[in-house]
Nanobody, 129 residues
Framework: VQLQASGGGLVQAGDSLRLSCAAS????????MGWFRQAPGKEREFVAA????????YYSDSVKGRFTISRDNAKNAVYLQMNSLKLEDTAVYFC???????????????????????WGQGTQVTVSS
């Protein structure tokens, strides 16, 4: 079972990036999928999550309105479109899967790292001025 995050890179403030997370080894179509990030010297934090149907999405306040999470269950993949990137978005971004979440899990549940059973290896996003 593997989650592979990709799409990171070095960009300038104000630019956009699209991260992808490809899942293999099992179907994640019924999982709550989330993105988290860890900046240097900081703890890993919640970024966004999406319900199994894609009908509910949740965002941290720091990215709301700039980032969009989406998924393609046919491809067993989840995406994070990041627009208007800021210096403080610099971090390693991780995708994660929670197979136990209910359909409408809510922000409080979806943002808790301990609920996610599967984690990808992370992709580096660096935003420069």
């Amino acid at each position: 079972v593997q989650l592979q995050a990709s799409g990171g890179g070095l960009v300038q403030a104000g630019d956009s990036l699209r991260l992808s997370c490809a899942a293999s080894g099992r179907t994640f179509s019924r999982d709550l999928m989330g993105w988290f990030r860890q900046a240097p010297g900081k703890e890993r934090e919640f970024v966004a999550a999406i319900s199994r149907t894609g009908g509910s999405t949740y965002y941290s306040d720091s990215v709301k309105g700039r980032f969009t999470i989406s998924r393609d269950n046919a491809k067993n993949a989840v995406y994070l479109q990041m627009n208007s990137l800021k210096l403080e978005d610099t971090a390693v971004y991780f995708c994660a899967a929670d197979p136990n979440a209910i359909l409408y899990s809510g922000l409080s549940y979806s943002s808790r790292q301990q609920n996610y059973d599967y984690w990808g290896q992370g992709t580096q996003v660096t935003v420069s001025s």
